[in-house]
C-alpha cells in the first residue's frame, strides 16, 4: 500500500477543487494540499485547435479522453470526469442566484431558507466573478444591485442578438446581454474572445476552464495532483468521528491500493459522486453512509425545470458568430406576495437552424455567386430564436440519489442512480407556471408579429445540485454554510451538493461563490491550529 500524507486532501478535480485549493494555497502558503482525480489531467491547450476542427470535421469529442467507461450513472446529465471536470466543457454563463433564493421560506412559504445572509454570499460572488474572469453589464432591475462592478465590460451583442433583443422587447420585458465567463480583453494571462463559437471546446483559452488553474498550481508547487485515481472509501477513526483515511486505487494499476491520510479531507465531487463516495463509506457506526446521521444523505436532489420555444419573426438575421451567448431577462425572479408563486429566468439565443447558408438548393441543383448570396439573404429574412425559461422548483424528499447494485463498476462498487422528484406544491403549481410562461410567449410572438414553430418541456432538470443541503438543524441537513459536515468535524463538502434549493438560473457562480467563503473557513480553523 502507497501511503500519502497531507496537510488537506481534496476528492475531485472540477471547479470547486481547483477554486479551494487556490484559495486555499493562497491563504496559507506552504500548506500541503493533494488533490485526488479519478479522471486524467487533459493539459493540452496545443492541441485544442485540431481536436476543434476535428469535432466540426467529423462529430468527433472534442475532448478525448474525458471519461471512465465503467463509472457511468444513470440519471445524470454530464458524464465528464477529468480533471476540470463538467466545466472543461461549459458554455461559461454567469449568472448570480438573487436574494429571494436565500429566503425563500420566510418570503413566501415555500422550501427552505439557507444558513446564511445575501450580502456575505454577495462579496464571495464577487470574489468568484475575480477568480474566474466574468464579464457582463450592470442589470436593468434595480433589484439585482452590485457591490463591485464585473471584473470585465459584458460581451458586445452580435448584429442578430441586437434584433433579437429589440424583437423581444416589444413585449414589454427588459433584456440585457448574459453575463459570461468568458474574457472581453485579455485576463489572467488568457486572451480575449474571438467568437469562433465553440464555446464548449475554446480553443485558446478565452472561456475560463478549471485546467489553467490546475496548471498554475503545479508550476508553483502549491498542491500535488494525483489523477487517474479512484477514491472508493473514506475510513473513521476507530474511536472518535474524525476522518482519517481515504482509500483509493490507482487506474493504471487498479492491484495498487493507495492510502491517503490527512488532517482534513475536502469533499468536492459534484452532486453526483459525493453523495455516492458517502453512501459508499458506510460502517457500523455509521450504518446508511459517512455524514449521514439526519438520513439525508443523496436527497432532495434538486435543479430546476424549462419550457423552451423556437420563435420565428422578421429579419435579416446572420446567426453563427457567438450561439452560446444569450440574452437574459431577470423580471420574474420576483414573485409579488399577493400572487400565486412563480419565479423563472428567460434565456433567449440566436438559433440558426434553418438559417444557414447552403451551396445547393433543395432539388440538388448547386449554387454561385449572386445566386448564392441572394439564397442566403432570402433565407436570412426570418429569423428564429431559441427561448427557455428556467423554472424555480423545489426538491422532494425522495427526490434522490441511491446505490444500484445491480450496476458495478470494475473494482465491483455499485454505482449510483438518479431519480428526481419535484416536491407536491410545486407540482400542484407547475401546470399554472407552465400556462404563464406559454401566454410570455404567445404575448412576445403578438407583439413582434412572430411565428412560435414549437414549445417543448424538459424532460429532465437542468444545472442539477444537492443531495448534501446545508443547513443549521442537524436533524435536518447534511452540513453547514461552509460545508463542514454535523458528523465529522474534519470533513467538508463543497460545490453543488451543498444548495438547498437549484434557483432558477444557472448556478455555477453560486456554488463557487460558495467554495471561496468554504476555503477561507478552513484557512481560519488551520491557522488556529
Not at 433565407?379 to 434522490?400: E, F, G, K, L, Q
Not at 454505482?415 to 404575448?443: C, F, M
Request: with cysteine; glycine share 8%; aromatic share 8%.
Amino acid at each position: 500500500m502507497a501511503v500519502h500524507e497531507s496537510d488537506v486532501c481534496v476528492i475531485g478535480g472540477g471547479i470547486t477543487a481547483a477554486l479551494f485549493a487556490q484559495r486555499l494555497s493562497r491563504r496559507i502558503p506552504g500548506l500541503k494540499i493533494i488533490v485526488i482525480e479519478a479522471g486524467e489531467r487533459l493539459f493540452d491547450v496545443e492541441n485544442r485547435f485540431t481536436h476543434r476542427q476535428r469535432s466540426l470535421a467529423y462529430g468527433e469529442n472534442p475532448w478525448p479522453g474525458d471519461l471512465i467507461e465503467d463509472q457511468a450513472a444513470k440519471g445524470i446529465i454530464s458524464r465528464t470526469m477529468a480533471v476540470g471536470g463538467s466545466a472543461l466543457r461549459w458554455q461559461g454563463h454567469a449568472n448570480r442566484f438573487s436574494e429571494e433564493d436565500l429566503r425563500l421560506h420566510s418570503k413566501y412559504g415555500v422550501a427552505v431558507d439557507w444558513p446564511l445572509e445575501w450580502s456575505e454570499l454577495e462579496r464571495y460572488y464577487c470574489e468568484a466573478e475575480r477568480t474566474i474572469g466574468v464579464s457582463g453589464d450592470p442589470s436593468p432591475h434595480a433589484e439585482d444591485r452590485r457591490s463591485e462592478p464585473y471584473p470585465m465590460p459584458g460581451m458586445v451583442l452580435t448584429y442578430s442578438l441586437n434584433h433579437i433583443k429589440e424583437w423581444a422587447e416589444k413585449s414589454g420585458v427588459p433584456f440585457y446581454s448574459c453575463p459570461q465567463a468568458k474574457n472581453t480583453t485579455d485576463y489572467d494571462e488568457r486572451p480575449m474572445c474571438r467568437r469562433c463559437n465553440t464555446c464548449t471546446y475554446c480553443p485558446i483559452g478565452a472561456r475560463y476552464s478549471p485546467d489553467f488553474t490546475y496548471k498554475k498550481l503545479l508550476a508553483s508547487k502549491a498542491i500535488e495532483l494525483h489523477d487517474r485515481t479512484l477514491v472508493r472509501k473514506l475510513v473513521l477513526d476507530e474511536r472518535t468521528p474524525r476522518i482519517v483515511e481515504a482509500q483509493a486505487v490507482n487506474r493504471a494499476n487498479p492491484a495498487q491500493t493507495e492510502s491517503y491520510r490527512a488532517r482534513t479531507f475536502v469533499l468536492a465531487s459534484g452532486y453526483t459522486w459525493t453523495p455516492h463516495l458517502l453512501l459508499l463509506s458506510a460502517c457500523a457506526r455509521f450504518p446508511d453512509g459517512l455524514a449521514n446521521s439526519s438520513g439525508l444523505v443523496g436527497r432532495y436532489m434538486t435543479g430546476h425545470p424549462f419550457v423552451s420555444a423556437n420563435i420565428e419573426f422578421d429579419g435579416p438575421f446572420y446567426a453563427g458568430m457567438d450561439e452560446h451567448h444569450p440574452l437574459i431577462s431577470r423580471q420574474f425572479f420576483r414573485c409579488a406576495s399577493d400572487r400565486p408563486y412563480a419565479r423563472f429566468d428567460i434565456q433567449i439565443f440566436e438559433s440558426s437552424a434553418g438559417h444557414q447558408a447552403r451551396l445547393a438548393r433543395e432539388d440538388g441543383e448547386l449554387m454561385f455567386g449572386d445566386a448564392l448570396l441572394e439564397d442566403w439573404r432570402t433565407r436570412a429574412s426570418r429569423a428564429a430564436a431559441r427561448v427557455r425559461m428556467y423554472i424555480d422548483s423545489h426538491p422532494d424528499r425522495d427526490s434522490r440519489l441511491t446505490l444500484d447494485t445491480g450496476s458495478r463498476n470494475k473494482l465491483g462498487d455499485p454505482l449510483p442512480v438518479i431519480e428526481h422528484k419535484l416536491d407536491g406544491a410545486t407540482e400542484r403549481r407547475y401546470p399554472a407556471i407552465r400556462r404563464q410562461i406559454v401566454d410570455l410567449y404567445e404575448r412576445m410572438a403578438r407583439a413582434g408579429n412572430a411565428k412560435i414553430l414549437s414549445v417543448t418541456d424538459s424532460t429532465y432538470l437542468d444545472h442539477p445540485s444537492g443531495g448534501c443541503r446545508m443547513g443549521n438543524d442537524p436533524a435536518t441537513s447534511v452540513c453547514d454554510s461552509y460545508g463542514r459536515t454535523h458528523d465529522h468535524e474534519n470533513l467538508l463538502l463543497i460545490g453543488s451538493p451543498t444548495l438547498p434549493t437549484g434557483g432558477c438560473t444557472n448556478s455555477t457562480m453560486t456554488f463557487s461563490a460558495l467554495t471561496l467563503r468554504s476555503a477561507d473557513r478552513v484557512a481560519q480553523m488551520l491557522a488556529a491550529h
